[in-house]
């Protein structure tokens, strides 16, 4: 080595070595006491948790069983990885680069050798399929659909053997998806069936075929949908017509068998299993919950009726409709957690993915500390470990828990909690407020995320499924009609409340956190002052409620549902109401330091909502910073970006609630 060289890098390693030792002791008390006693766990880097170079998973089998695809980092960025099953087969890896927020999602094609995997390079949501041929050596990935703007989803994969998949596009009409049938070894596309402009959804069948599609009763968003069967000669049947407000998921489509496998709300307040007899539209209740929506269901490869289905009233439950798999996947359990395959007795397994012979499994086996992928051979009962055990995990992180409060008019609201590691009382409190509003919280094993590194940092944090969230009844959702700017924002204030009550949160450093519909009630926290917030951190948060309708994506169709909960904008008084409600209109109240971050190409939330908010609090002289990423959209997902963001949030609570920081992360230097 030249002594240029070693000059060169002594220098650098001088250089990280001074910004690694800038981390920031806590300022809390109770933070301050907790690590005086050598009670707090180890600071982590803040990469640890959002760049993670050694973290694998999403594991799948090939139809044949003999193959399997999973994620990985393949050099400074995500990719593909693919090996065989049986021995130590040898690894080869595809750099795919970012697939941003639409994307992520991967496919075996039925021929086991062509991967289909998605992407959403820029965050705007024109989602492109790419398919990588597995044994072509260096051949380039192939885009299925290249028409600039054009949405590409995929659909279904053809018969076992094939190379030929589904997929449906916008590219003819933005507003439309039509069904095509591409072929990956050909590198064609064929349309096979051409929307009018009212069909949501096309359904491919057991014979892995165009089976039927859901179709809208007219151009209004919210108008009846109707499930229709395809009938020998190319004509449609009808076998359900339901409301623009229920349910109805078509699960399996079974022609041959006649019939199907639906999750359904119809006439019922939480939506139930349903099996349906397609001669006779007879339906069959096959599972409910008291106090839930099914969540899932598990179906075999192929034909055949649901094997379980999964519900998540506090932790996630899997009840086993199939005596055979459960016994098969009790057993591999039993055996992976006597060979320390798992670190402890898990509180769910599920199949993830399934050979089409149906005797080969991943199967997802999930702990307070842990989510293992294990591979389960059902012939002989061999099972094996795919992913890394994170040994520390139990020793670092915390646990996270569910929990149930009485709003103060009666209604249940449950959510999940997480208590730093080493705090015995009460800690500072990050408030993170999940979008949607039609979505929830669900529970998630202690694992290197984001919510991970607040507990680390010495924040307990707290997620609430208030009213108007999903997944406990239509009611719970209605119930947050015209109250986004009232009562909802209550549920979230008596949520924090209840934390406090518990010696959970310390009510004078208490932070809000939130995207999308968070962020715009992170901004409503901040107006209301329910507590002594202390800061606030929105990401692609509304500000302008008007404005989000008005530049409403042309593919959404579900309009009706924005009218009903928050006001219809083509009425002059709900126009009104709704940009009285929307925090635009209270900015002046904001006294509470706030980071504010956005991504370019956001097409739900346009980004002059954040620039209106930052230049309003700028021109009255209130504390706010604001990150723009250029090249995302409806949130940060390229792990640089990811850094970035979570460096300044780890600053910025540090500063507001007394919690400790990492400081300056060498992954910073990383080029991009």
């Known amino acids: 080595m030249s002594l240029l060289r070693i000059t060169a890098a002594v220098g650098v390693a001088t250089v990280l070595l001074g910004l690694g030792a800038c981390s920031t002791p806590p300022t809390h008390p109770g933070l301050v006491g907790a690590q005086a006693g050598g009670q707090l766990p180890p600071l982590l880097p803040v990469r640890r948790f959002v760049a993670n170079i050694d973290a694998m998973g999403g594991y799948q089998l090939s139809p044949s069983g003999e193959r399997l695809m999973w994620q990985q980092a393949v050099g400074l960025d995500i990719g593909i990885a693919v090996r065989n099953v049986s021995g130590n087969a040898a690894v080869t890896t595809y750099a795919t680069g970012n697939m ?36 072509a050596g260096t051949l380039a990935p192939w885009t299925v659909i290249t028409t600039p703007g054009a949405r590409t989803v995929f659909v279904g994969r053809g018969a076992e053997g094939s190379s030929k998949f589904f997929v449906a596009s916008n590219q003819r009409d933005r507003s439309t998806l039509d069904l095509y049938e591409a072929d990956a070894q050909t590198r064609s596309v064929r349309e096979v069936a051409r929307s009018d402009g009212t069909v949501l959804d096309w359904l491919i069948g057991t014979d892995r075929q165009l089976a039927g599609r859901v179709r809208q009763l007219g151009r209004e968003d919210g108008a009846d949908r109707v499930v229709e069967l395809m009938q020998a000669g190319g004509q449609w049947r009808v076998l359900k017509t339901v409301g623009g407000f229920d349910n109805y998921w078509v699960n399996r489509l079974d022609l041959a068998g006649g019939k199907a496998w639906v999750i359904s709300s119809v006439g019922r307040d939480k939506s139930a299993l349903l099996e349906v007899d397609l001669a006779t539209g007879q339906e069959r209740v096959l599972a409910s919950h008291d106090t839930v929506d099914l969540s899932s269901t598990i179906l075999p490869v192929g034909r055949g009726a649901p094997l379980a289905y999964v519900v998540e009233p506090g932790h996630p439950e899997i009840k086993w409709l199939d005596s055979a798999w459960q016994r098969d996947v009790d057993s591999a359990v039993q055996k992976a957690v006597s060979g320390q395959l798992l670190p402890a007795q898990p509180l769910i397994t599920r199949p993830q993915s399934i050979s089409a012979d149906n005797q080969r499994v991943v199967l997802r086996s999930v702990g307070e500390f842990d989510s293992a992928e294990l591979l389960l051979d059902r012939r002989s009962g061999q099972v094996s470990r795919l992913n890394p055990l994170q040994a520390e995990a139990a020793s670092v992180l915390s646990a996270q828990q569910p929990f149930s409060f009485k709003a103060s008019d009666g209604r249940t609201i449950h959510g999940y909690v997480i208590r730093p590691r080493g705090v015995t009382g009460p800690a500072p409190l990050v408030v993170e407020i999940h979008g949607g509003p039609w979505a929830r919280d ?16 010495g924040y307990a944090v707290i997620m609430i499924n208030y009213r108007g969230s999903t997944g406990y009844g239509r009611e719970h959702i209605w119930a947050a009609d015209g109250a986004y700017f009232g009562r909802l924002q209550q549920d ?77 904008v083509n009425k002059p008084e709900e126009r009104a109401q709704l940009l009285a409600n929307s925090p635009v209109s209270h900015l002046d109240k904001i006294t509470a330091p706030l980071l504010v971050i956005h991504g370019g190409n956001d097409i739900r939330v346009l980004k002059q909502d954040s620039d209106d908010v930052v230049a309003a609090l700028q021109k009255l002289g209130r504390p706010v910073d604001y990150l723009l990423f250029a090249d995302e959209g409806h949130s940060i997902s390229k792990w640089r970006n990811r850094l970035a963001m979570w460096r300044t949030i780890e600053d910025k609570l540090a500063t507001c609630l007394g919690g400790r920081g990492a400081g300056f992360d060498y992954y910073q230097l990383m080029p991009r």
């Open 442 to 457: 669900s529970w998630s094993p202690a694992v290197f995320d984001t919510r991970q590194l607040l507990a680390n940092r």
């Open 492 to 568: 979230i204030a008596e949520g924090v409340q209840w934390a406090v009550d518990q010696r959970i949160a310390d009510p004078a450093r208490i932070a809000v956190l939130g995207g999308s519909f968070g962020g715009f009630s992170v901004l409503a926290q901040l107006i209301q002052k329910p507590h002594n917030y202390r800061c606030g951190v929105d990401v692609v948060g509304v500000a302008n409620w008007p404005r989000v309708v008005d530049n409403w994506p042309p593919f959404w169709r579900n309009r009706h549902w924005f009218a009903r909960t928050f006001g219809d």
């Open 100 to 135: 941003g927020r639409r994307g992520g999602n991967q496919y075996w094609l039925g021929d086991s050798r062509q991967v289909v995997y998605t992407k959403d390079p820029i965050g705007d949501e024109n989602t492109r399929l790419l398919v990588q041929d597995t044994q």
